[in-house]
C-alpha cells in the first residue's frame, strides 16, 4: 500500500506551478495580486500595440466546441477575416457553415448572408465600440470582439481572479508570451507575440459552467499595414444581391429603423 | 471497470435528452446565428471573453440544463463505440453518421428511443446524430436570424417567390424550406 505522505509529495513535485496557484486561487483570492504584475505588463504591452494600430487586418483560424446532448462534443473549425480601421470601419467575412459578411462604414451595418446573397442594413452606432456593444446585446458573435471594441479591451481584466505569466510559446514562427485568467466560471489564455508589435498571437476561452468545459480557440494573422482602399468598408450589393427586412430579435420589422 | 446504471434511469436520460433536442429552437435562433449559423442546438463555446461572462450570470445561463446525459460520463460511451459499416451522411448542417440500419431522426425519436436504448447496450452500434436540423433555414428577418437554422416553421405562413425562390414568410421573417 502506498504511503499517503509520499503519494502526496510526488503529485506536488509533478504537478506545474501554475496548477498549483490556480487551485490555491479558487480559495484565496486575498493571496497575491489578482494578476501578476508580469502579466499585467504583456497584457498592457497588447493593449498599446492595439489601440496604436491605424488599420489591420486579422485572419482568424478557430475551433469551437459544441456539447450535445448526451455529450459528445463536436468541434468546429471556421476560417474568418477582419479588416479594421478604427474607431468606426469594418468589414468581416466570417466562416462557417453558414457564411457571414458584416460590413459596417461608421453610419450603416449591413449584414450579408453570402452564399444566398441576401443582405439586411440598419443604421449602427458611430463607433466601434457601439457596435460590439449592440451586436453583444443581441447575442451576434463575431471574432475578436474583446479588441475590436476599445471599452471591453480595457474591461477585460476586470472579472479576472487570477492572471498569470505562464512562459513563452512558438506559434506560426513568432515568440509569443504565454497568459493564463481564471475567472469564477470562465478561463481563458491568450497569447500575446513578443517583439516590437505585441499582438493576440491566439485566444483560448474555456466555458466551465458549461457541461463539458467546451472551448473557443482562434489562431490569429495579422496584417497592421493592409492599405485598404477608400471604398472598402462600403457596401455595394451585387445586381443579383436581395435586400430584405432588418428587424431585431423580438421586433417586428415595422419598428425597427431602417436606413 | 465501467460500472453499468440502472437500465430504467439510463432511458429517462436518453428520453430527456430526445424531448430537448426535438424542441423548436425558434426563440433561440439569435443565439445560434451569433455562434456562426447552422448549429445543432448544443451548447457551445463562445468566441469573447465578454459573452461567454454574460452567458454565464444567472438569468441566461440556460444551457446546462439542456445537456442532458447519465450522471457519469463514462456511460455515456455506448453511443459511441466503432463499427466498421457506418454510413456518413453530411448535408446542410446535419451530420448523421449511423450504423446503416437505424436512422436516429428528430421525426423517429418517441419511437425509437427504447429501442435505441437497447440496442446501444447490446449492438456496440454507435450514432453521432446532430441535432436539429429538420425543416428550414431563415434567410433573414433579424439580424441574427441570418443563416440560422431552425427546426419548425411557425404557423401562419404565406408562400412567397423571390427570384424563382420559394420562401415562407412569417412575422416578418423569410424561411427557406
Redesign the interface.
Known sequence: MKHPLRTGICLFLALPAFVSLVHAAEDADTEGPAVTPEAKAVYDRMSATLKGLKQYSVTVQ?S?????????K?Q?N?NSRLDVEPPNHLFAE???????RYVYDGKT?T???VA?D?Y?Q?QAPDSLGGLVDAL?N?????????FLSQS?QD??LD?VKRGRLIGTSQLDGKTCDHLAFR????D?QLWVSQGKEALPCKIV???R????D???Q?VLKWNTSPGFKADHFTFVPGK?A?R??????NL???QEEQP | MIAKIPFNAYCASLALAVAVAAAPIVADAGRLAGHGGGGGGGARAHSSVHQARSASRPNVQRQRPNVQRPSNPKHSSPLINSKPDKNINISNNNVNINGGHNNWNNDHHDDHYDHHDDHHHHHNDWDIDYHPIATAAIVTGTVLAIGSIVNSIPPDCSQVYRNGTEYYYCNNQYYQP
Open positions: 478557430s469551437q466546441d459544441e456539447v450535445l446532448n448526451y455529450g459528445y463536436l468546429h471556421a466570417v466562416g462557417g457553415s453558414v457564411p457571414k451595418l449584414l450579408m448572408n444566398q441576401y439586411a440598419t453583444i443581441h447575442d451576434v458573435e463575431v471574432p475578436l470582439m474583446d471591453l474591461s477585460l472579472g475567472e469564477p466560471d470562465v481563458w476561452i474555456t466555458t459552467y458549461t457541461l463539458g467546451p472551448q473557443y482562434a443579383d436581395t430584405i427586412p432588418f428587424t431585431a430579435n417586428p420589422a415595422s
